[in-house]
């Protein structure tokens, strides 16, 4: 006979009502939960690349959402353009990786997906290491995004962000993730 579990919420299960529809996201309810989707089914995907030199590569720019200048690793959506539409998350990883940075990789590999607010959102965000990287542009983002590449020694990189948050940047917590993925993952 299976008992109901008691941890989760008597209105998990209810129907999901739709609260508003946007151009990348959606706000949905269920129950009393208010929750985020992305419109792209994709997801996002974060970059941990480290060039030839032991650097690691983080991007910065401005966030209108939280209204603060950010330091991130490279990133973006999965399939969020038309042409896009049926790529997986290793190919976005490399798109992003070389639109941000201007750094090209020979290969990927996926390290592990999760949410990003659980709480909030039903966006995923998968973890992909670049190996072998090489400089062939000048990165910066598309047209719509002006961003700005940091090349920070691997051995320095936990303390370089923690004196960009001392300065007032917003310091994404998922960087130490991100981090911690570099150093236990093996070619």
Not at 35 to 60: C, M, Q, S, W, Y
Not at 71 to 82: F, K, N, R
Not at 87 to 110: I, K, M, N, P, S
């Amino acid at each position: 006979m299976n008992q109901p579990d008691s941890r989760i919420p008597a209105d998990a299960d209810a129907p999901v009502e739709t609260l508003h529809v946007g151009k990348w996201l959606s706000l949905r309810k269920r129950g009393r939960w208010e929750f985020a989707e992305r419109n792209n089914p994709g997801g996002a995907v974060i970059i941990l690349a480290v060039t030839p030199e032991d650097k690691l590569l983080f991007v910065e720019q401005y966030r209108v959402a939280i209204q603060k200048h950010t330091i991130e690793m490279p990133a973006g959506l999965v399939g969020d353009l038309h042409e896009h539409g049926d790529e997986d998350v290793l190919l976005a990883a490399g798109r992003e990786l070389e639109e941000e940075t201007g750094y090209r990789c020979a290969r990927l590999q996926f390290i592990h997906e999760g949410p990003s607010s659980s709480g909030m959102s039903t966006e995923m965000i998968a973890f992909v290491r670049a190996w072998d990287l090489e400089k062939v542009g000048h990165g910066g983002g598309d047209e719509s995004e002006n961003i700005i590449v940091h090349e920070v020694p691997r051995a320095q990189a936990g303390r370089w962000l923690f004196a960009r948050a001392a300065e007032g940047y917003s310091i994404d917590p998922k960087l130490f993730a991100g981090l911690w993925f570099i150093e236990h993952t093996q070619p």
